[in-house]
């Protein structure tokens, strides 16, 4: 009893100053105080007002989507190179995947700012697409390796020796297994995307503004509630996408006990 009165007061101290964000999102004052005076959606109004805000915030949302699914992509091909295949120097290799997670991002950002300037890649939305999918790839990486390797690998076997090919095998057999994975690394890397501000700050212009870059610019020259009606549209997106996670675990969870 005790142990879940723990969790329970961690959880409570981790999520609240998050939480209250969301009432001074619908405060009538045009300063933060709370609890708000009254409440109002004056600035959920200003938000869909202000074209910068959502000129940010359709950026956003399309850099991230790329980058869900390229980092998707190129995450999943690399477990499944990771686990399945033995090669002369596959520890560097994983250790070289999971590095962009270890190395401070301002690094990453520096290193990025330097090699990307030189391919006319900065200041355009292919280029936070590779750097953002950079940052991505080792949470993809992660999050289906630990699930390839609670796969039996004889189902695939099985498939194979009924005549399906090694990728067939692994489309009709292993992918439905690691969808929950897949899905929850694509998550993950779109949520990644959406809220990266360091690296997005080296590479990012005038034109290809994020929305966190638009929100980090307001609040150096003024602040007011607008920024907590952003950040409470972003809160609810990310509890949706968590609870669309959570759902297509379950599924998955399913199936593996009906095989």
């Not at 999102?25 to 074209?51: K, M, R």
């Not at 850099?63 to 190179?81: D, E, F, I, K, Q």
């Not at 290193?111 to 936070?128: E, P, Q």
């Amino acid at each position: 009893m005790w142990l879940k009165m723990v969790v329970a007061i961690i959880l409570v101290v981790l999520v609240a100053p998050i939480l209250v964000v969301i009432p001074l999102s619908f405060t009538s004052a045009s300063f933060f105080d709370f609890p708000p005076p009254g409440y109002s959606i004056t600035w959920y109004v200003s938000f869909l007002e202000n074209q910068d805000w959502i000129d940010g915030l359709f950026r956003s949302l399309n850099v991230a989507m790329w980058t869900a699914v390229v980092s998707t992509l190129l995450g999943t091909m690399a477990s499944v190179t990771a686990t399945r295949l033995h090669f002369w120097g596959k520890r560097v290799f994983m250790s070289l995947m999971v590095a962009p997670m270890i190395i401070p991002v301002i690094i990453v950002g520096i290193a990025l700012y330097h090699s990307f300037s030189k391919m006319h890649l900065n200041n355009s939305l292919l280029g936070l697409v590779l750097a953002h999918s950079i940052l991505a790839i080792p949470i993809v990486f992660v999050t289906v390796t630990a699930s390839l390797k609670g796969v039996d690998r004889n189902l695939e076997m099985a498939a194979m020796s009924l005549g399906s090919t090694p990728l067939g095998a692994f489309f009709k057999v292993t992918l439905p297994l690691i969808k929950a994975a897949v899905l929850s690394g694509c998550l993950f890397a779109f949520i990644t995307s959406l809220d990266e501000v360091v690296v997005t700050l080296f590479l990012a212009g005038a034109t290809s503004k994020t929305l966190p870059i638009v929100m980090w610019e307001n609040l150096r020259t003024q602040v007011d509630p607008t920024i907590a009606a952003v950040a409470t549209i972003i809160i609810v997106g990310t509890i949706a996408l968590f609870l669309l996670q959570a759902w297509a675990t379950s599924r998955a969870s399913r199936l593996k006990e009906n095989l």
